[in-house]
C-alpha cells in the first residue's frame, strides 16, 4: 500500500537551516509529482512546493521563494524540502502529498503522510 | 497570485441534508484545475475531487464538483455523520498554487 513517511522536523533557532525527507513506497515514486504542504497550528492549509516527476518542474509560494529547495532521488524513492532563513512564520506541521495521476489534471495528492513538526523559535 | 475565497466560513446542517459549499477565484482558474480536500480534526487532507468535478478514487457519488472560471461549488447531496469536517479548495492551474480559507461543516 501507499505510504509517506515524513521526518526531519524539530525545534530550530531562526535564522537556521533543517532538511525535511518524505520516503515514499507502495507506487512507482519516479511516475508522480510530488508535493510540500504545510498547516500552522488551528490554522488552515498551505501549499508550499510541487516538484514534478523528473524534477525538471519547480514550484514554491511566494512566502517561501528563495529560502526553501524542493529536490528529490528517484533511486531513493525520496523527496526533500531543503528549509533555509527559518522563521516563526515557518511553525507548522509540514505534509508531502503524492500526485492522484500522471496527468497535470492529476496533480492533487491523493496520498499524504502524517506530517513532521517544525517550530522555529529561539 | 489567485486568491480563492470560500462561502460560508461555517456551514451548520443535520446529517441528511445538502450542503452547498462555494469557492470563488480572483482570476479564471486555469483549464478547470481545481480541487476540493476534506480535512478531519488530527488528520491529514483527504483529496476528494479534482479538475473541479472528478471524483478522486473511492470518494462517495454524494460528493459533486462543478463549476469554472472563477466559480466552484462542492456539493454533498445528503450529509452522513463522517462528512462533518473542514473542507478546503485549491487551485493548480497557476503557480503559485493557492488553497481557500476553508468551511466547516458542523452539525446544527
Known amino acids: 500500500q501507499v505510504q509517506l513517511v515524513e521526518s526531519g522536523g524539530g525545534v530550530v533557532q531562526p535564522g537556521r537551516s533543517l532538511r525535511l525527507s518524505c520516503a515514499a513506497s507502495?507506487?512507482?515514486?519516479?511516475?508522480?509529482?510530488m508535493q510540500w504542504f504545510r498547516q500552522a497550528p488551528g490554522k488552515g492549509l498551505e501549499w508550499v512546493a510541487f516538484?514534478?516527476?523528473?524534477?525538471?518542474?519547480?514550484f514554491y509560494a511566494d512566502s517561501v521563494k528563495g529560502r526553501f529547495t524542493v529536490s528529490r532521488d528517484n533511486s531513493r524513492d525520496t523527496m526533500f524540502l531543503q528549509m533555509d532563513s527559518l522563521r516563526p512564520e515557518d511553525t507548522a506541521l509540514y505534509y508531502c502529498g503524492k500526485s492522484a495521476g500522471t496527468t497535470p489534471r492529476q496533480i492533487p495528492p491523493d496520498y499524504w503522510g502524517q506530517g513532521t513538526l517544525l517550530i522555529v523559535s529561539s | 497570485e489567485i486568491v480563492l475565497t470560500q462561502s460560508p466560513g461555517t456551514l451548520s446542517l443535520s446529517p441528511g441534508e445538502r450542503a452547498t459549499l462555494s469557492c470563488r477565484a480572483s482570476?479564471?482558474?486555469?483549464?478547470?484545475?481545481l480541487a476540493w480536500f476534506q480535512q478531519k480534526p488530527g488528520q491529514a487532507p483527504r483529496l476528494l475531487i479534482y479538475g473541479a468535478s472528478s471524483r478522486a478514487t473511492g470518494i462517495p457519488d454524494r460528493f459533486t464538483g462543478s463549476g469554472s472560471g472563477t466559480d466552484f461549488t462542492l456539493t454533498i447531496s445528503r450529509l452522513e455523520p463522517e462528512d462533518f469536517a473542514v473542507y478546503y479548495c485549491q487551485q493548480y492551474g497557476n503557480s503559485p498554487f493557492t488553497f481557500g480559507g476553508g468551511t466547516k461543516v458542523e452539525i446544527q
Open positions: 516538484i514534478s516527476h523528473a524534477g525538471s518542474n519547480r
Open positions: 507502495g507506487f512507482t515514486f519516479s511516475s508522480h509529482s
Open positions: 482570476q479564471s482558474v486555469n483549464s478547470y484545475f
